[in-house]
């Protein structure tokens, strides 16, 4: 069972800006798709804004996917511990591959609406022992809505582990 609090470190544990390696800066500047998002990319300096990341890869979702699967070797996660959610996707990632997370996202997507709603959100968390108020659920779900559709699609889901990628390698 994973407890409530893990799920809603999601929205406060994110830093809002994040230090990125060299090896790292190469991983994401080669995962974008064009010259212009790579431009972008560059000019954020070694130090990445996580909104303008956020900006960046909600533009061009494809250059997560190749970044996840660049780097999810690199990663190490304890799985002995207690996950939070975004923990809880890195580790599907690492098994499964994207598509195996792409797979998850879409089995939860109940109305098939192309995105996960509040309420959505909500059964797929409590299905792994999270038990949400309505509350939280719109705190977890802002904290990723790039949009501001107030759900969350499959670009913004990816987003979510990608951060938490990058916030597990700042650690
Ligand atoms: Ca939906
Ligand atoms: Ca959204």
Sequence with gaps: MLPIRSALRLSSRFASVLKVSSAERDIILNSFSNAENKAAFQS???????????????????????????????????????????EFLVIMVKRKGVNGVQNAFLSQDK????????????EWMTKYGHFLTRKQVQTMVDAVDVNGDGEIDYGEFLNLVCQEVLQMKSE
């Design 44 to 86: 954020l300096g070694n130090s990445v804004p996580v909104d303008s990341l956020n900006n960046l890869f909600a533009k061009d979702p494809v250059a997560i996917e190749k970044f996840l699967e660049a780097i999810m070797d690199t990663i190490e996660v304890d799985q002995e511990k207690k996950l939070s959610f975004a």
């Design 111 to 122: 109305d098939r609406s192309g995105s996960i709603s509040r309420d959505e959100l909500k």
